[in-house]
């Protein structure tokens, strides 16, 4: 059974920066999707970014595309979300997701099969 843990949340100011990190654990294939979704209060979970396992291609929302950036340690079995020049409107809670399988709609959290508790990031004006 796969297991997700995100860390690295927090509480920043506007313009500063910040990394979640997300560690799986248990059984996975090679082929495989990694996601980090967020969910701000009284909204839906929203895509933020994507990375493919295998080839490291990565994709992103238009709201955190130059700002945000996905990678991976195929060794510590980990994903990494770098977050730059953070908005108040980024505050939310960040979830991991682990989509096993090809699929060509990995910005819908539906894709994915596994979720990691999430952690919250508040970005203050």
């Known amino acids: 059974q796969v297991q997700l843990v995100e860390t690295g949340g927090g509480a920043v100011q506007d313009g500063d920066s910040l990394t979640l990190s997300c560690l799986h654990s248990g059984r996975t294939l090679y082929d495989h999707a990694m996601g980090w979704f967020r969910q701000a209060p009284g909204k839906e979970r929203e895509f933020v970014a994507s990375i493919l396992w295998a080839s490291g291609y990565t994709s992103y929302a238009d709201s955190v595309k130059g700002r945000f950036f996905i990678s991976r340690d195929n060794f510590k079995n980990e994903v990494y979300l770098q977050m730059n020049s953070l908005k108040p409107e980024d505050t939310a809670v960040y979830y991991c997701?682990?989509?096993?399988?090809?699929?060509?709609?990995?910005?819908?959290?539906?894709?994915?099969?596994?979720w990691g508790q999430g952690t919250q990031v508040t970005v203050s004006a």
């Open positions: 997701a682990q989509r096993i399988g090809t699929t060509d709609r990995l910005n819908e959290a539906t894709e994915y099969n596994a």
